[in-house]
């Protein structure tokens, strides 16, 4: 039997050596606890490789789809560039027509694949040391005059004409009056 002092408490044994441990657990678990992490279940969420080959068709469509979208849009816009060089060669041969260099004509002729700025009359008579040639992409077909011409010292058109640039059913064209204007459309 136990004897107790006057005032104190009679508490069990039992229960003072279970406040004990229990004060110790909650001791030793402030100081080295793990936070709670669950363990993957044998059966977790996944893709299966049905779903996994669906979404890869679904992206190679996407991409073929954008892909043709992509190069009719890089084709026109080398439609656009041609046109631009067009006519940018059309004005520099009637700028050099203007300005009287070399003492004579300048004019711009248009083959399948390249745009030429010579000096002379015709194409067929020019001085080849001034040729300048711009290539252009295939697929872009050039109809209309084969060359213009532009006199001095006014820079007239020695012939008016049209040139057309045709890309799939997209059409751009630039024309010269018989004064010399340019005027791409």
Do not use: C
């Amino acid at each position: 039997m136990m004897v107790l002092k006057k005032g104190a408490r009679s508490d069990p044994p039992s229960l003072k050596l279970r406040g004990t441990r229990m004060q110790e657990k909650n001791l030793f678990t402030s100081f080295f606890s793990v936070p709670y992490a669950p363990r993957p279940t044998p059966h977790a969420p996944a893709f299966t490789l049905v779903e996994l080959l669906v979404v890869i068709a679904f992206v190679m469509i996407l991409i073929g789809m954008v892909g043709g979208f992509g190069i009719s849009a890089l084709r026109m816009q080398e439609q656009d560039r041609v046109v631009q060089t067009i006519r940018n060669e059309l004005v520099a041969a009637r700028n050099q027509a203007m300005s009287e260099r070399e003492g004579g004509r300048w004019g711009v002729a248009f083959a399948t694949t390249s745009i030429v700025l010579f000096k002379g009359s015709t194409y067929g008579t020019r001085d080849r040391t001034y040729d300048l040639f711009n290539p252009f992409a295939p697929g872009i077909v050039i109809t209309g005059s084969s060359e213009i011409v532009f006199v001095p010292p006014f820079g007239n058109a020695a012939t008016s004409g049209a040139v057309t640039t045709t890309f799939l059913d997209r059409q751009a064209s630039v024309t010269v009056n018989k004064y010399g204007m340019i005027e791409a459309r």
